[in-house]
Structure formats: C-alpha cells, structure tokens
Nanobody, 125 residues
Framework: VQLQASGGGLMQAGGSLRLSCAASGRTFSSYGVGWFRQAPGKDREFVAGLSRSGVSTYYAASVKGRFTISRDGAKNTVFLQMNSLKPEDTAVYYC???????????????????WGQGTQVTVSS
C-alpha cells in the first residue's frame, strides 16, 4: 500500500485547508486511517482517526470541533478538513493506514503499518 498526502500550504489563522491522502494498492475500506502531525522540535502526535468501517472517528482534544476526517470510497481517498486554523497547527501532517482487522481507531503510531510522505501546513498569525 502506498499513501500520498497532499493539500498542505500556507494559511492565515482562522482559515481552512483540506488535506488529502490517496491510497494505491488496496482500498481504504480495508484499513483504519489516521492523521498525525509533527511540529519542529516536537514528537509526532495523533490528530484524527477513522475506523476501517468508517463508522467511528476520534480526534485529539486540540483539534476536536475544528478538524473533520472523512473518506471517499470511490476515490480511495481520506480527507482531513481543517477549519479555524491556529498557528499551533503548523506542522508536517502525515496520513497512515492501520491493517489491524478490528474496527477501531488507533491513536498510537506503532499501530499504523503504512505512512505517507507528509505535507507541510503553515499557519501564520
């Protein structure tokens, strides 16, 4: 499975961006999907996740209510809609796929087997 993240860029605080994660090789319906981010000098952290069925989602407290994760099965793509962006959202964002055959949302990195290359999001104040 190969994941390709895109959609990052420079945005002013309060603006919106939508990140995309396109999968090739297998369909996203077979996997749980997560978005993580890593700011300079900080550890990579969980942002949002979607269970393999698409029924369950989970968000980090810092983004809940502002970010939305979703999946387009026809396009085999997962999205992260980011609204009300803040300077502290500045980071490289990574998508990842969890092949565990359980319908749940993993929040820890080691649960994910495949990773995209990352896309930079920069939010100016």
């Amino acid at each position: 499975v190969q994941l390709q993240a895109s959609g990052g860029g420079l945005m002013q605080a309060g603006g919106s961006l939508r990140l995309s994660c396109a999968a090739s090789g297998r369909t996203f319906s077979s996997y749980g999907v997560g978005w993580f981010r890593q700011a300079p000098g900080k550890d990579r952290e969980f942002v949002a996740g979607l269970s393999r069925s698409g029924v369950s989602t989970y968000y980090a407290a810092s983004v809940k209510g502002r970010f939305t994760i979703s999946r387009d099965g026809a396009k085999n793509t997962v999205f992260l809609q980011m609204n009300s962006l803040k300077p502290e959202d500045t980071a490289v964002y990574y998508c990842a796929a969890d092949t565990t055959p359980v319908d749940y949302v993993a929040t820890f990195m080691r649960a994910y087997d495949y990773w995209g290359q990352g896309t930079q999001v920069t939010v100016s104040s």
